[in-house]
Nanobody
Framework: QVQLVESGGGSVQAGGSLRLSCAAS????????MAWFRQAPGKEREGVAA????????YYADSVKGRFTISQDNAKNTLYLQMNGLKPEDTAMYYC????????????????????WGQGTQVTVSS
């Protein structure tokens, strides 16, 4: 049984930093993508960043480029999201996703392409 458990969320002021972690059990990252998504109240879930092809390729939403960094530790089976320069508009529930396949197109940001999801960790950024 695959389990993804996120941690590291919290409340910070604008300009601050947080590092999210996603510990995976019952799942070994080999190919495809693992990703971070977020969902703010009243908004659709959106892709934030993904790491693909064994870590050789990373993708970012335009809104977080230059501020967020996705990485993985294969030995610990853990995915990370380092978030710097946080803005109030980054406030959302952040979810880890794994088990990607191109069922709905070969794009990392299509949430329906992922089979496994964590429970989410809340990030709140105040101005």
């Amino acid at each position: 049984q695959v389990q993804l458990v996120e941690s590291g969320g919290g409340s910070v002021q604008a300009g601050g930093s947080l590092r999210l972690s996603c510990a995976a059990s019952g799942y070994t990252y080999r190919s495809g993508c693992m990703a971070w998504f977020r969902q703010a109240p009243g908004k659709e879930r959106e892709g934030v960043a993904a790491i693909c092809l064994g870590g050789s390729t990373t993708y970012y939403a335009d809104s977080v480029k230059g501020r967020f960094t996705i990485s993985q530790d294969n030995a610990k089976n853990t995915l990370y999201l380092q978030m710097n320069g946080l803005k109030p508009e980054d406030t959302a529930m952040y979810y880890c996703a794994a088990g990607w396949s191109p069922r709905y197109g070969a794009w990392w940001y299509i949430s329906r392409n992922y089979d496994y999801w964590g429970q989410g960790t809340q990030v709140t950024v105040s101005s």
